[in-house]
Nanobody, 123 residues
Framework: QVQLVQSGGGLVQAGGSLTLSCTIF????????MGWFRQAPGKEREFVAY????????YYEDFAKGRFTISRDNAKNTVTLQMNSLKPEDTAVYYC????????????????WGQGTQVTVSS
């Protein structure tokens, strides 16, 4: 059984930083492209970033470019999202996901999701 377990998140003031982590169990982690999504209250879940199986390619949604960094450690089966210069509009529940990409702007999530982590940015 595949399980994605998230950690990190919390409350931070605008301009601050947070780190989210996601560890995958029950699957060969290095096989998957990994992605992060977020869902703000009253809004649909939106894509944030992905990283390919070997870390050789990353892709970010426009709002994340220059502020967020996705990375992975295949030896630890973990993917991380470092978020800097946070804004109140970044407030959301963040989810990690295992999926695939087209090595371009498209990411296709599999039905493997983390439990979600709340990120709240105060103004």
């Amino acid at each position: 059984q595949v399980q994605l377990v998230q950690s990190g998140g919390g409350l931070v003031q605008a301009g601050g930083s947070l780190t989210l982590s996601c560890t995958i169990f029950g699957e060969i982690f290095s096989r998957h492209t990994m992605g992060w999504f977020r869902q703000a209250p009253g809004k649909e879940r939106e894509f944030v970033a992905y990283i390919t199986w070997n870390g050789g390619l990353t892709y970010y949604e426009d709002f994340a470019k220059g502020r967020f960094t996705i990375s992975r450690d295949n030896a630890k089966n973990t993917v991380t999202l470092q978020m800097n210069s946070l804004k109140p509009e970044d407030t959301a529940v963040y989810y990690c996901n295992a999926g695939r990409s087209d090595y371009g702007s498209s990411y296709f999530p599999y039905d493997y999701w983390g439990q979600g982590t709340q990120v709240t940015v105060s103004s």
